[in-house]
């Protein structure tokens, strides 16, 4: 594939980076350029210099997860490939400290070992004979949950246990020896009662399990869930007293990937979407399923009950179909299925009649959203969202976005010329009294200075952009999922267990 020469203010971020490894100058591809290139620095530094004035009733800690590649891949190198690190900022009594620590996965431990590279990424080919026939990266996720933060994968992999304070892997969590499968990237947390709640995929049958952990990290319940076949959904959803596992027609063929060694994701239009509600730690006989208009999710915001009803809201893509270019080589399968196009939906559930609805609540190209997640569950009624170009030539979130889910209204602030941002949690201010009484909190890179900053914005008034701005000793890489710790449960709590991984 050739260099582009004229894309979009983006172009920038496809430079050298460097303080990436030295074998990514020699690979072309633009998730190991400039924004996006890998970094394989850990970091530690306190007392951070700050642009503006941190608040004081900011107290606890912004985490985020995303890929970073040590060694040059055996194959193409797709951006959901990198070795997870975990990027920390946290603030207490208005300063700021930061921290990366790699997520010493069992991959990493053997390449570590070999000094090279040694299970393929997901542009394949594959030997599914091998066990593991792919890379478990842990990169993709956090969750906080039992005292630790877990880092989790998207394609469902071990559940890393990290110490919150200082991000280095403790262990493998085994949910109190009972856990036999593996979790999905992105399981919730039930504020009210400290469970977690996951499903996992294979592509035998059962196509699907789902489970149950207590606040104490005990597997208390898991099911086989009935489906047509091997599906990938990305995320699933919980109210007070049920969960919904998705059902999306949007999956690869099992066929292709045993005869040929490649995931191929379809689009069948000819299927619906379904949504299967079944109470917390009900059986597969006690899943409804209700239909909707096909189509894919990659991240839903939340749901709750409302009388009969269940209420959910999420980013819809109404064709997820992957939209490869020619001129784009070798790389247009990864580069196509990145061109997401989604919008904010909302989708009812009657649980006595069987009724349903949906309706799109706004049309901006939006997603990596985000409630307040000790709402999860509970009605909620705003979300934080980043804005998505929509044509881009790799992923950029260009602006971060506040709904309003009662009328579907947002307000926004765009990061500016050469500025990309990444997901940003709400962080709950000491003494909040309303639900957006608190802080957003978000990593952005400079694209073309390749220098990173954390921004704080009064929730309330996003559109005024940050009150404050941490400039960050390094530079932190495009990544994935972030998540905030409430500082009392971070400093007031005890330290994780090391376990063997």
Request: negative net charge; glycine residues 8%.
């Amino acid at each position: 594939m050739g260099e582009r020469q004229e894309v979009s203010r983006g172009d920038r971020a496809y430079g050298i980076a460097p303080d990436a490894p030295a074998w990514t100058r020699s690979v072309e591809n633009p998730y190991l350029r400039g924004y996006h290139a890998p970094t394989i620095h850990e970091t530690t530094a306190v007392d951070l210099q700050v642009d503006g004035e941190l608040p004081r009733d900011l107290y606890g800690a912004y985490v985020r997860n995303g890929p970073n590649s040590i060694y040059q891949p055996a194959n193409l190198y797709h951006w959901f490939d990198g070795d997870g690190m975990v990027h920390g900022v946290y603030f207490d009594d208005g300063k700021a400290s930061y921290r990366s620590r790699f997520v010493r996965t069992e991959a990493l431990a053997a390449e570590s070992v070999a000094g090279r590279s040694s299970l393929p990424g997901i542009m394949g080919p594959f030997d599914t004979s091998a066990d593991p026939y792919l890379k478990d990266t842990a990169n993709t996720d956090v969750v906080f949950h039992d005292g630790a933060l877990l880092a989790l994968w998207y394609m469902c992999g071990e559940p890393y246990r990290l110490d919150p304070r200082t991000l280095d892997t403790v262990g493998v969590a085994d949910f109190g020896g009972r856990r036999k499968t593996s979790v999905s990237a992105h399981p919730k947390v039930d504020p009210r009662t400290g469970e977690l709640v996951y499903f996992t995929l294979g592509d035998e049958a059962p196509f699907m399990r789902y489970g149950v952990v207590s606040r104490e990290g005990e597997l208390v319940h898991e099911i086989p869930i009935d489906l047509p076949g091997p599906r990938s959904p990305h995320d699933l959803t919980i109210t007070e007293r049920y969960s919904i596992l998705h059902d999306f027609p949007f999956f690869h063929d099992v066929e292709i990937l045993r005869r040929h060694g490649y995931r191929v994701a379809k689009f069948h239009p000819d299927l619906p979407s379904r949504f299967g509600v079944l109470p917390r730690r009900g059986d597969n006989a006690d899943v409804r399923w209700f239909e909707f208009e096909p189509g894919y999710v990659l991240h839903m915001v939340n749901a709750w009950e409302d009388g009969d009803w269940i209420v959910m809201d999420g980013c819809f893509q109404p064709d997820p179909t992957i939209r490869r270019r020619k001129e784009e080589g070798e790389l247009a399968s990864m580069l196509g299925y990145l061109r997401i196009r989604a919008h904010l939906r909302r989708w009812r559930m009657n649980l006595r009649t069987g009724e349903t609805s949906e309706e799109q609540l706004d049309d901006q190209n939006v997603e990596f959203c985000l409630p307040d997640t000790e709402l999860y569950g509970a009605p909620s009624r705003y979300s934080y969202h980043q804005l998505l170009p929509v044509e881009p030539y790799t992923v950029e979130f260009n602006a971060l976005v506040k709904y309003d889910h009662r009328d579907g209204s947002s307000v926004r602030h765009d990061y500016g010329e050469g500025w990309l941002g990444s997901e940003a949690p709400f962080a709950r201010r000491v003494g909040s009294t309303a639900e957006d009484d608190g802080y957003v909190v978000e990593i952005v890179t400079d694209a073309a200075a390749l220098q990173s900053q954390c921004w704080v914005y009064h929730a309330q008034d996003i559109a005024a952009g940050p009150i404050a701005r941490v400039r960050l000793p390094a530079r932190v890489p495009s990544g994935f999922h972030a998540k905030w710790i409430p500082g009392d449960q971070l400093w007031d709590s005890p330290a994780p267990v090391r376990t063997d991984q």
